[in-house]
């Protein structure tokens, strides 16, 4: 609408590059930090790439704090731990290497050291004021954009619910380091899944009714590094090449989709995850083609956009012609990556689908996803997908 007004903010500062985690001395340096928390993913604590990283650490001269005792979907319990740990060894800097879940931790554990309380009392948008520990993360998945995003999400299992703590200014970190050395030991399937999180967040940022000609040109470059890197990345993430763009793809993403909302394949991945016990990729992966299919008539001129950025010959042909090529393309990246088509093969049950129905309109997606949606529309989609 002309008499809307759109906004872009960014707060991190992003080294980019193959032995980027070296910048850790100069950051650490110029901070002049002397005591860090640092959350870690445990599968790497044995890993080439932190064996590396600890000892630049230990010729920085910085006393760490390391919690690695993570799960995926963190609790508020896990939470609870880390923040015990920080707070007893007088951290004043936080370090993240791990995914998503690593990276939220690391989050909740700063704001919590910064404003008190418990995390529920953050829960929503913007209700904390004190700017948290400043974080730095290394990203070991190309997927969530967790270090860039202004969202983190830590699971109450008491409610059995995720809890969206919002803040476009301060949930980024302070500085973000991709260096493509730490994904070589990612499994292909998590590499799959983490990637298609990443092209969804970038299809749906760039299809929001809040996209905005910033966030559009970003989106179409995450695109079009994820759509043209995912299948190397995933069959060799030995290619540092495809690595370095799929954390780049994965970050420009990140950046856009708290700023513009997401749509109706991350509103089901929601449920679809808590439900059938999913990886949070893995659910948006599996609901992306039949959600595309859906949406493209709300916005068929982005979708042919989006045929162009997965490299399909979408110029000069009518624009619903084109729209369908974006469709075409997205299932058969799905394919390509072994994406299981239905919710079935994942173990699905349909009797809960009214309620994930009654839940994804509760949710309030509507404000976002480009075709306005009904209790209706979203059961028909789960039962397609199914």
Not at 84 to 97: D, G, Y
Not at 199 to 208: D, K, P, T
Not at 253 to 260: H, L, M, S, V, W
Request: net charge neutral; aromatic share 6%.
């Amino acid at each position: 609408m002309l008499n809307d007004i759109s906004s872009f903010f960014c707060p991190t500062r992003l080294y980019m590059g193959v032995g980027a985690y070296v910048q850790l001395a100069d950051v650490i340096r110029v901070s002049g930090c002397k005591r860090m928390f640092v959350a870690l993913d445990a599968a790497l604590l044995e890993s080439e790439f932190y064996t590396r990283v600890r000892k630049l650490l230990e010729g920085s001269g910085v006393a760490i704090q390391l919690f690695s005792d993570i799960e995926p979907d963190p609790s508020v319990a896990t939470v609870e731990k880390a923040f015990n740990a920080c707070k007893s060894h007088e951290a004043t800097m936080s370090l993240a290497i791990g995914g998503g879940s690593t990276i939220d931790v690391a989050k909740a554990v700063g704001i919590l050291s910064t404003n008190g309380g418990r995390i529920h009392d953050y829960e929503g948008i913007e209700k904390y004021s004190k700017p948290p520990l400043p974080l730095i993360v290394l990203p070991t998945t190309a997927g969530t954009g967790s270090e860039v995003s202004g969202s983190c999400v830590i699971t109450d299992t008491e409610k059995n619910l995720k809890m969206s703590i919002r803040h476009a200014a301060f949930n980024p970190a302070s500085i973000a380091i991709l260096d493509p050395l730490a994904l070589r030991t990612v499994p292909a399937h998590v590499a799959a899944h983490s990637g298609m999180d990443a092209f969804v967040h970038a299809f749906e940022s760039f299809l929001s009714r809040l996209a905005n000609p910033v966030t559009d040109a970003i989106n179409i470059r995450a695109l079009e590094l994820i759509a043209a890197n995912i299948r190397q990345f995933v069959a060799n993430r030995e290619n540092l090449q495809a690595a370095l763009n799929m954390l780049c793809g994965s970050a420009l993403a990140g950046i856009t989709f708290g700023q513009t909302g997401l749509g109706n394949v991350h509103c089901m991945a929601r449920f679809v995850g808590a439900y059938f016990h999913l990886s949070h990729g893995l659910s948006n992966a599996i609901c992306l083609p039949q959600v595309a299919r859906f949406n493209m008539i709300a916005n068929p001129a982005k979708y042919a956009r989006v045929a162009c950025a997965m490299g399909r010959p979408a110029h000069g042909i009518p624009q619903l012609d084109a729209a369908a090529m974006a469709i075409e393309a997205i299932d058969s990246l799905c394919r390509d990556l072994g994406i299981p088509s239905r919710l079935r093969d994942v173990g699905a049950e349909p009797e809960v689908f009214d309620e994930m129905a009654e839940l994804c309109i509760k949710a309030g997606y509507n404000r976002w996803n480009p075709r306005h949606t009904t209790t209706k529309d979203f059961r028909s989609l789960l039962d397609h997908a199914y």
